[in-house]
């Protein structure tokens, strides 16, 4: 069966299209960071300071009973590695408790 040439060429310009969208997706990371002797307090001054980094897209913070504390970011796909430099600066192990 031949396919009229109007309905190819359509079909050829929607998946070139689909193609460039697929690429032009931002890929978005979550990390935990788990840190010893935390207080709570300070638990959220560090997710405020980090919520306020650039690639940053959102924070959750948990503290934990034995006085640690966890920190779970998503991050955008260029800043993940500045972001984690950042958590382990201030104190954080990567890996959940």
Not at 46 to 53: E, G, I, M, R, Y
Request: proline residues 3%; aromatic residues 6%; hydrophobic residues 35%.
């Amino acid at each position: 069966m031949l396919v009229p040439m109007t309905i190819r060429a359509r079909l050829a310009t929607a998946l070139a299209v689909f193609a460039l969208v697929g690429c032009a997706v931002d890929r978005h990371y979550r990390y935990t960071y788990h840190k010893a002797q935390v207080s709570q307090d300070q638990l959220l001054r560090d997710q405020a300071a980090l919520k306020d980094t650039p690639g940053v897209i959102n924070t959750f913070s948990k503290p934990h009973h034995d006085g640690s504390g966890s920190i779970e970011v998503e991050t955008t796909e260029r800043r993940e590695i500045e972001i984690q430099q950042r958590l382990t600066e201030m104190g954080y192990t990567r890996g959940e408790h």
